[in-house]
């Protein structure tokens, strides 16, 4: 499914205002139609699968690498898809509004490759069985500091910096941490009244330097 929500909707095309129907059709033609079929049935089981929309927008922008956010226009993420079902199947004619798509920004997704760091303390450590590693999500981070040593701790002091500084806000953070880099790790429920990924990210930063700094020799 990841393959038409990339090559469909990534920031290359989106521009000119082309509207939705516009856009999927032209993917559609280029494509054989048992191709098409698949993405039609793929977006009905993502739909009717028991998830929240909070998820659903995560897993669709993050993990599948969708280029387009519905939601800065006001459309929720399940609305969306949809309609984007309805355009493939050849059952709908509609389409966002004209001044959506003339707009739209893609929004400013980080270069994975350049979050190495990160992307390793979440996959490694921040897995599903992360628990295992330790009772809290503080010492999990301690872990990792004792395990990869200072240059690789540095790293990720590094790639938080270069993460936040992107100012993506809230959700986006959560996009990027929980869908394209793979953490199993939501810190909201962790705390009464939840943490934002903002102040855990920030929280990690504060660990490993604490960490490696009670590390050093002498």
């Keep these: 499914m990841s393959a038409f929500f990339r090559s469909c909707f990534n920031p290359a095309r989106l521009s000119g205002g082309i509207c939705l129907a516009d856009l999927v059709r032209s993917w559609a033609r280029h494509r054989p139609p048992v191709e098409v079929d698949r993405a039609v049935d793929q977006i009905g089981a993502l739909l009717r699968a028991d998830v929240s929309e909070d998820a659903l927008r995560v ?21 969306w898809l949809g309609l984007v079902r309805d355009v493939l199947a050849g059952r709908g004619d509609a389409a966002l509004p004209q001044e959506a798509w003339l707009a739209l920004r893609p929004w400013p997704a980080p270069d994975l490759d350049d979050l190495g760091a990160l992307r390793h303390l979440v996959r490694a450590y921040f897995n599903r069985d992360w628990r295992s590693l330790a009772r809290t999500s503080e ?3 301690e872990r990792f500091v004792d395990a990869e040593g200072p240059a690789r701790t540095g790293e990720l002091v590094d790639d938080i910096d270069a993460l936040l500084a992107l100012g993506l806000g809230e959700e986006r953070l959560r996009i990027v941490v929980l869908g394209r880099l793979g953490s199993a790790y939501d810190p909201r429920p962790d705390l009464p009244g939840g943490k934002t990924m903002g102040e855990w990210l920030r929280a990690v930063r504060g660990i490993a330097v604490s960490s490696a700094v009670s590390r050093l020799p002498g």
């Design 59 to 79: 897993w669709v922008l993050g993990t599948l690498g969708c280029g387009f956010d519905p939601g800065l226009h006001g459309m929720p993420m399940a609305a």
């Design 139 to 141: 010492a999990v981070v």
